[in-house]
């Protein structure tokens, strides 16, 4: 934590529309023995992400003199343990399915309620995630774990009212002038990404987060990655 607090960090905020990730999380749990949480879906669309922003999958060393991109998704994930925070990674996200992150994020779970995860499980990381809203809080700023550049923090999930069009999409400025929208309930999610500032510029993570949130809003997207 002491060495994050050296570092200038830069924060960008984001509200998500995840109605459709619900859906999808609805039609995919009926068929699996093990329990499929939104994390798991938001790992494995993060790491697709990454694929398109691989300089955000990277470590630097102190004096910033030297940057590593990795190749490996190596994304560890903020767990409350019996013994306080811990930071488990899940290795080579890229190739693993969204079941595999699910199978890995329940062992790391029972782990956490003992509190006996082994050096290997907390090291290695490339990137990391913060799912605080879990636990309570819509917005948050998180610090970096160093030596990595990024991090993310996704809120508590809530149900608001927001104004859709004729086509049940969100509506435009121009749609509302028109008088041409809705209202109607929509799950709403919001995310917070922190970067070090030394190496990543604000126009870099705004990009990511774009992508990754139209990961989000539109998952049919997500099959234009399929190889």
Not at 5 to 11: A, G, I, P, R, S
Not at 194 to 199: K, L, P
């Amino acid at each position: 934590m002491n060495e994050a607090n050296k570092v200038q960090h830069l924060t960008l905020g984001e509200e998500v529309w995840f109605d459709k990730i619900v859906s999808l999380r609805n039609q995919l749990i009926d068929n699996q023995s093990i329990k499929l949480t939104y994390l798991s879906i938001l790992i494995k669309i993060t790491s697709i992400s990454l694929l398109s922003f691989p300089q955000l999958n990277s470590t630097v060393n102190s004096d910033v003199t030297s940057i590593t991109i990795h190749g490996d998704h190596n994304i560890g994930i903020a767990i409350d343990s019996k013994k306080g925070l811990v930071v488990p990674v899940i290795h080579r996200v890229q190739t693993k399915s969204i079941i595999d992150i699910a199978h890995e994020i329940a062992h790391f779970q029972k782990l956490a309620e003992s509190g006996s995860f082994n050096e290997n499980q907390l090291k290695g990381g490339t990137f990391t995630l913060s799912n605080i809203g879990s636990i309570g809080g819509t917005y948050a700023v998180p610090v970096l774990v160093t030596p990595q550049v990024v991090i993310g923090a996704f809120g508590r999930l809530d149900v608001q009212p927001k104004y859709v069009n004729k086509h049940n999409n969100k509506a435009t400025l121009k749609d509302i002038q028109h008088g041409d929208v809705n209202l109607k309930p929509v799950a709403v999610m919001h995310v917070s990404w922190s970067a070090d500032h030394r190496v990543i510029d604000g126009a870099t993570i705004a990009k990511f987060s774009n992508l990754w949130k139209s990961y989000i809003e539109h998952p049919e997207k997500l099959l234009t990655q399929l190889k």
